[in-house]
Protein backbone atom coordinates (compact mmCIF):
# COMPACT_ATOMS: atom_id res chain seq x y z
CA UNK A 1 0.00 0.00 0.00
CA UNK A 2 1.30 3.83 -1.04
CA UNK A 3 1.42 6.11 1.88
CA UNK A 4 -1.04 8.64 1.00
CA UNK A 5 0.04 11.74 -0.17
CA UNK A 6 0.58 14.57 1.89
CA UNK A 7 -2.07 18.05 1.63
CA UNK A 8 0.90 20.09 0.61
CA UNK A 9 1.61 17.36 -2.72
CA UNK A 10 -2.11 17.24 -3.40
CA UNK A 11 -2.34 20.98 -3.74
CA UNK A 12 0.35 21.35 -5.18
CA UNK A 13 0.18 18.79 -8.23
CA UNK A 14 -3.32 20.13 -8.63
CA UNK A 15 -2.37 23.68 -8.79
CA UNK A 16 0.39 23.04 -11.09
CA UNK A 17 -1.71 21.35 -13.53
CA UNK A 18 -4.42 24.39 -13.52
CA UNK A 19 -1.33 26.82 -13.88
CA UNK A 20 -0.11 25.07 -16.76
CA UNK A 21 -3.26 25.18 -18.72
CA UNK A 22 -4.07 28.54 -17.82
CA UNK A 23 -0.70 30.47 -18.14
CA UNK A 24 0.88 30.04 -21.78
CA UNK A 25 -2.39 31.29 -23.06
CA UNK A 26 -1.77 34.78 -24.29
CA UNK A 27 -5.54 36.14 -24.50
CA UNK A 28 -6.41 34.82 -20.86
CA UNK A 29 -3.92 36.70 -19.80
CA UNK A 30 -4.81 40.02 -22.06
CA UNK A 31 -8.45 39.98 -20.35
CA UNK A 32 -7.37 39.62 -16.79
CA UNK A 33 -8.59 35.77 -16.60
CA UNK A 34 -7.95 33.72 -13.39
CA UNK A 35 -9.19 30.51 -12.06
CA UNK A 36 -10.24 30.12 -7.93
CA UNK A 37 -9.92 26.32 -7.31
CA UNK A 38 -11.74 24.26 -4.61
CA UNK A 39 -10.90 20.78 -5.21
CA UNK A 40 -12.20 20.02 -9.04
CA UNK A 41 -14.44 22.94 -8.73
CA UNK A 42 -13.41 25.99 -10.99
CA UNK A 43 -14.61 29.61 -11.11
CA UNK A 44 -13.42 31.60 -13.84
CA UNK A 45 -12.30 35.38 -12.45
CA UNK A 46 -12.61 38.38 -15.38
CA UNK A 47 -10.98 41.32 -12.97
CA UNK A 48 -12.58 44.91 -14.49
CA UNK A 49 -10.32 46.49 -15.87
CA UNK A 50 -11.13 50.36 -18.06
CA UNK A 51 -10.26 48.21 -21.42
CA UNK A 52 -12.70 45.90 -21.27
CA UNK A 53 -15.51 49.09 -21.83
CA UNK A 54 -17.36 48.43 -24.80
CA UNK A 55 -19.93 51.58 -23.63
CA UNK A 56 -18.43 54.81 -21.71
CA UNK A 57 -21.95 56.16 -21.71
CA UNK A 58 -23.50 53.82 -19.63
CA UNK A 59 -20.58 52.35 -18.85
CA UNK A 60 -21.03 48.40 -19.45
CA UNK A 61 -18.45 45.77 -20.09
CA UNK A 62 -17.57 45.13 -24.34
CA UNK A 63 -20.08 42.32 -25.35
CA UNK A 64 -17.27 40.65 -26.81
CA UNK A 65 -15.39 41.04 -23.68
CA UNK A 66 -18.05 39.05 -21.89
CA UNK A 67 -18.38 36.42 -24.60
CA UNK A 68 -14.38 35.78 -24.44
CA UNK A 69 -14.58 35.20 -20.78
CA UNK A 70 -17.51 32.76 -21.06
CA UNK A 71 -15.86 30.79 -23.97
CA UNK A 72 -12.32 30.81 -22.12
CA UNK A 73 -14.52 29.45 -18.68
CA UNK A 74 -15.60 26.77 -20.72
CA UNK A 75 -12.72 25.75 -22.34
CA UNK A 76 -10.65 25.33 -19.10
CA UNK A 77 -13.60 23.59 -17.56
CA UNK A 78 -13.58 20.90 -20.10
CA UNK A 79 -9.83 20.33 -20.28
CA UNK A 80 -9.51 20.61 -16.61
CA UNK A 81 -12.48 17.91 -16.14
CA UNK A 82 -10.00 15.65 -18.13
CA UNK A 83 -7.20 16.47 -16.50
CA UNK A 84 -8.97 16.18 -13.24
CA UNK A 85 -9.55 12.63 -13.86
CA UNK A 86 -6.16 11.37 -15.58
CA UNK A 87 -4.40 13.39 -12.49
CA UNK A 88 -6.34 12.04 -9.52
CA UNK A 89 -6.54 8.24 -10.97
CA UNK A 90 -2.77 8.12 -11.70
CA UNK A 91 -1.17 10.92 -9.88
CA UNK A 92 0.18 12.99 -13.32
CA UNK A 93 2.47 16.19 -12.26
CA UNK A 94 1.83 18.92 -14.94
CA UNK A 95 4.32 17.73 -17.29
CA UNK A 96 3.30 14.38 -17.26
CA UNK A 97 -0.33 15.89 -18.18
CA UNK A 98 0.84 17.67 -21.18
CA UNK A 99 3.02 14.66 -22.10
CA UNK A 100 -0.33 12.68 -22.48
CA UNK A 101 -1.51 16.04 -24.37
CA UNK A 102 -4.23 17.03 -21.81
CA UNK A 103 -3.23 20.71 -22.37
CA UNK A 104 -4.65 20.76 -25.63
CA UNK A 105 -7.19 23.25 -25.10
CA UNK A 106 -10.57 21.88 -26.85
CA UNK A 107 -11.77 23.41 -30.27
CA UNK A 108 -14.94 25.61 -30.17
CA UNK A 109 -17.46 24.31 -32.67
CA UNK A 110 -20.26 26.44 -32.18
CA UNK A 111 -20.74 28.79 -28.70
CA UNK A 112 -24.41 31.22 -28.39
CA UNK A 113 -24.29 33.92 -25.79
CA UNK A 114 -27.22 35.59 -24.68
CA UNK A 115 -26.59 38.61 -22.92
CA UNK A 116 -29.30 38.72 -19.58
CA UNK A 117 -28.21 42.59 -18.21
CA UNK A 118 -25.15 44.80 -19.04
CA UNK A 119 -22.14 43.82 -17.55
CA UNK A 120 -21.21 46.79 -14.66
CA UNK A 121 -17.87 47.67 -14.48
CA UNK A 122 -16.91 45.56 -11.50
CA UNK A 123 -15.34 41.84 -11.80
CA UNK A 124 -16.87 39.28 -13.37
CA UNK A 125 -17.33 35.35 -11.95
CA UNK A 126 -18.11 32.69 -13.96
CA UNK A 127 -18.55 28.82 -13.55
CA UNK A 128 -18.97 26.11 -16.27
CA UNK A 129 -20.89 23.05 -16.47
CA UNK A 130 -20.40 20.39 -18.57
CA UNK A 131 -23.50 18.52 -19.59
CA UNK A 132 -22.22 16.06 -22.13
CA UNK A 133 -18.41 14.76 -22.56
CA UNK A 134 -18.27 12.41 -24.95
CA UNK A 135 -14.65 10.96 -26.59
CA UNK A 136 -15.18 13.76 -29.74
CA UNK A 137 -17.33 15.66 -28.82
CA UNK A 138 -19.18 18.22 -25.51
CA UNK A 139 -21.75 20.47 -24.65
CA UNK A 140 -21.38 22.83 -21.77
CA UNK A 141 -23.33 25.71 -20.27
CA UNK A 142 -21.76 28.56 -18.79
CA UNK A 143 -23.15 31.13 -16.19
CA UNK A 144 -22.03 34.51 -15.51
CA UNK A 145 -22.44 36.83 -12.57
CA UNK A 146 -21.03 39.99 -10.80
CA UNK A 147 -22.07 40.94 -7.15
CA UNK A 148 -24.75 38.29 -7.07
CA UNK A 149 -24.55 34.62 -7.58
CA UNK A 150 -28.30 34.62 -7.98
CA UNK A 151 -28.86 37.79 -10.89
CA UNK A 152 -26.54 36.62 -13.96
CA UNK A 153 -25.43 39.11 -16.25
CA UNK A 154 -24.88 36.47 -19.12
CA UNK A 155 -25.09 33.00 -19.70
CA UNK A 156 -24.17 30.95 -22.23
CA UNK A 157 -24.15 27.47 -24.61
CA UNK A 158 -21.48 25.79 -27.00
CA UNK A 159 -20.21 23.01 -28.56
CA UNK A 160 -16.80 21.50 -28.38
CA UNK A 161 -14.45 19.13 -30.60
CA UNK A 162 -12.04 17.52 -27.87
CA UNK A 163 -8.49 17.31 -29.01
CA UNK A 164 -6.98 13.95 -29.17
CA UNK A 165 -4.97 12.52 -26.10
CA UNK A 166 -1.32 10.88 -27.08
CA UNK A 167 -1.94 7.69 -24.81
CA UNK A 168 -5.20 7.41 -27.02
CA UNK A 169 -6.93 6.57 -23.70
CA UNK B 1 -31.35 57.26 -46.73
CA UNK B 2 -30.09 59.69 -48.87
CA UNK B 3 -26.11 59.53 -49.09
CA UNK B 4 -25.80 62.52 -47.37
CA UNK B 5 -27.86 61.04 -43.69
CA UNK B 6 -25.28 57.95 -44.49
CA UNK B 7 -22.10 59.55 -44.16
CA UNK B 8 -23.53 61.72 -41.51
CA UNK B 9 -24.38 58.20 -39.65
CA UNK B 10 -20.85 56.92 -40.59
CA UNK B 11 -19.02 59.89 -39.11
CA UNK B 12 -21.07 59.66 -36.06
CA UNK B 13 -20.60 55.65 -35.30
CA UNK B 14 -16.89 55.93 -36.28
CA UNK B 15 -16.09 58.92 -33.43
CA UNK B 16 -18.32 56.80 -31.42
CA UNK B 17 -16.14 53.29 -32.06
CA UNK B 18 -13.31 55.52 -31.47
CA UNK B 19 -14.40 56.05 -27.87
CA UNK B 20 -15.19 52.09 -27.34
CA UNK B 21 -12.31 51.13 -24.78
CA UNK B 22 -12.31 47.27 -25.84
CA UNK B 23 -12.25 47.92 -29.43
CA UNK B 24 -9.46 50.64 -29.47
CA UNK B 25 -7.29 47.76 -27.19
CA UNK B 26 -8.22 45.14 -30.26
CA UNK B 27 -7.32 48.17 -32.27
CA UNK B 28 -10.58 47.36 -34.34
CA UNK B 29 -11.24 49.54 -37.75
CA UNK B 30 -14.19 50.23 -39.89
CA UNK B 31 -13.08 49.84 -43.45
CA UNK B 32 -16.77 49.69 -45.01
CA UNK B 33 -20.26 51.45 -43.75
CA UNK B 34 -23.36 51.05 -45.86
CA UNK B 35 -27.26 50.80 -45.31
CA UNK B 36 -28.11 48.02 -42.63
CA UNK B 37 -24.16 46.73 -43.35
CA UNK B 38 -20.96 47.25 -42.21
CA UNK B 39 -17.29 45.72 -42.74
CA UNK B 40 -14.42 45.71 -39.97
CA UNK B 41 -11.32 44.68 -39.08
CA UNK B 42 -8.23 44.18 -36.70
CA UNK B 43 -5.10 43.14 -37.00
CA UNK B 44 -3.24 39.98 -36.21
CA UNK B 45 -2.47 40.44 -32.25
CA UNK B 46 -0.11 38.18 -30.32
CA UNK B 47 -1.96 39.47 -27.31
CA UNK B 48 -5.05 37.80 -28.65
CA UNK B 49 -3.77 34.32 -29.20
CA UNK B 50 -6.10 31.17 -27.99
CA UNK B 51 -3.59 28.90 -28.93
CA UNK B 52 0.00 29.55 -28.00
CA UNK B 53 1.06 26.39 -30.08
CA UNK B 54 0.12 27.50 -33.42
CA UNK B 55 -0.46 31.21 -32.77
CA UNK B 56 -4.27 31.25 -33.53
CA UNK B 57 -6.18 33.73 -32.10
CA UNK B 58 -8.75 33.02 -29.33
CA UNK B 59 -12.41 32.90 -30.59
CA UNK B 60 -13.50 35.02 -28.25
CA UNK B 61 -11.58 37.92 -29.83
CA UNK B 62 -13.13 37.03 -33.45
CA UNK B 63 -16.49 37.25 -31.35
CA UNK B 64 -16.13 40.47 -30.51
CA UNK B 65 -15.06 42.03 -33.49
CA UNK B 66 -18.51 40.24 -35.14
CA UNK B 67 -20.60 41.44 -32.17
CA UNK B 68 -19.27 45.06 -32.75
CA UNK B 69 -19.79 44.97 -36.31
CA UNK B 70 -23.17 43.55 -35.72
CA UNK B 71 -23.74 46.55 -33.76
CA UNK B 72 -22.47 48.96 -36.08
CA UNK B 73 -24.55 47.51 -38.90
CA UNK B 74 -27.46 47.62 -36.69
CA UNK B 75 -26.66 51.26 -36.02
CA UNK B 76 -26.74 51.98 -40.00
CA UNK B 77 -30.20 50.84 -40.75
CA UNK B 78 -31.87 53.64 -41.60
CA UNK B 79 -34.72 53.62 -39.15
CA UNK B 80 -32.65 53.04 -35.82
CA UNK B 81 -33.26 55.74 -33.55
CA UNK B 82 -31.09 55.01 -30.55
CA UNK B 83 -27.90 52.87 -29.23
CA UNK B 84 -28.36 49.30 -29.61
CA UNK B 85 -27.37 46.34 -27.28
CA UNK B 86 -26.75 42.71 -28.03
CA UNK B 87 -29.61 40.39 -26.86
CA UNK B 88 -27.70 37.51 -28.05
CA UNK B 89 -25.11 36.03 -30.70
CA UNK B 90 -24.63 32.99 -31.71
CA UNK B 91 -21.12 31.80 -33.70
CA UNK B 92 -20.24 29.19 -35.51
CA UNK B 93 -16.13 28.90 -35.97
CA UNK B 94 -15.22 26.69 -39.40
CA UNK B 95 -11.87 26.90 -38.95
CA UNK B 96 -8.97 28.48 -37.18
CA UNK B 97 -7.91 31.70 -38.02
CA UNK B 98 -4.80 32.36 -40.14
CA UNK B 99 -1.96 33.02 -37.47
CA UNK B 100 -0.74 36.64 -38.83
CA UNK B 101 -3.81 37.92 -40.96
CA UNK B 102 -6.16 40.33 -40.33
CA UNK B 103 -9.32 39.44 -39.35
CA UNK B 104 -12.58 40.66 -41.44
CA UNK B 105 -16.25 41.07 -40.13
CA UNK B 106 -18.52 41.54 -42.60
CA UNK B 107 -22.47 42.30 -41.63
CA UNK B 108 -25.70 42.81 -42.16
CA UNK B 109 -29.00 43.37 -40.84
CA UNK B 110 -31.56 41.47 -42.71
CA UNK B 111 -34.56 42.17 -40.78
CA UNK B 112 -35.77 44.49 -38.36
CA UNK B 113 -38.82 44.83 -36.28
CA UNK B 114 -39.95 47.64 -33.79
CA UNK B 115 -37.96 46.24 -31.07
CA UNK B 116 -35.41 43.56 -32.58
CA UNK B 117 -33.08 43.99 -35.67
CA UNK B 118 -31.94 40.39 -36.98
CA UNK B 119 -28.13 40.29 -38.12
CA UNK B 120 -25.59 37.92 -39.55
CA UNK B 121 -21.94 38.31 -40.05
CA UNK B 122 -18.80 36.07 -41.76
CA UNK B 123 -15.61 36.38 -40.46
CA UNK B 124 -12.50 35.75 -43.38
CA UNK B 125 -8.94 37.12 -43.43
CA UNK B 126 -9.20 37.70 -47.56
CA UNK B 127 -11.71 35.50 -49.21
CA UNK B 128 -15.88 35.92 -47.71
CA UNK B 129 -16.68 32.78 -49.43
CA UNK B 130 -13.61 30.96 -47.34
CA UNK B 131 -15.32 31.79 -43.68
CA UNK B 132 -13.24 31.60 -40.31
CA UNK B 133 -16.96 31.60 -38.43
CA UNK B 134 -20.24 32.91 -38.82
CA UNK B 135 -22.33 34.57 -36.54
CA UNK B 136 -26.27 35.15 -35.71
CA UNK B 137 -27.65 37.79 -33.50
CA UNK B 138 -30.62 39.85 -32.19
CA UNK B 139 -30.01 43.22 -30.99
CA UNK B 140 -32.21 45.48 -29.02
CA UNK B 141 -33.42 47.93 -31.99
CA UNK B 142 -35.84 51.07 -31.92
CA UNK B 143 -37.83 52.49 -34.88
CA UNK B 144 -38.00 55.78 -35.51
CA UNK B 145 -41.84 56.94 -34.86
CA UNK B 146 -41.85 59.32 -38.05
CA UNK B 147 -40.95 56.24 -40.55
CA UNK B 148 -44.20 55.10 -39.31
CA UNK B 149 -45.74 58.13 -40.69
CA UNK B 150 -44.13 58.34 -43.93
CA UNK B 151 -44.56 54.97 -45.12
CA UNK B 152 -47.92 53.74 -43.64
CA UNK B 153 -47.53 51.01 -40.97
CA UNK B 154 -48.68 47.74 -42.02
CA UNK B 155 -51.50 45.99 -40.34
CA UNK B 156 -50.72 42.47 -40.89
CA UNK B 157 -49.58 41.71 -37.83
CA UNK B 158 -46.30 40.58 -38.86
CA UNK B 159 -43.97 42.65 -36.61
CA UNK B 160 -42.30 40.46 -33.61
Known sequence: MNKPESLQVVKQRRDGVLAALVDSIPYIKFLNISFDRRGDELTAVMQFEDKLIGNPAIPAIHGGATASFLETAALIELAWQRAWTAMEDSQLDADDVAAAGYLRLP???DFTVDYLRSGLPRDCYARARVNRSGRRYASVHVEAWQDNRARLFAQATGHFLMPRLNTGG | MTEEELRQRVTVAKKFMAALPFCHALDMRIDEA??????????????????????????????????????????????????????????????????????????HVYKATRTVAFVRAIAYENDPENPVATATGAFVFSKSSKSGKADAPTKSGAVA
Open chain 1, 107 to 109: KTI
Open chain 2, 34 to 107: GISEAVMSMPYNPMTVGDPDTGVVHGGAVSALMDTCCGFAVNLHPECVSPTATIDLRMDYMRPAKPGERIFAKA
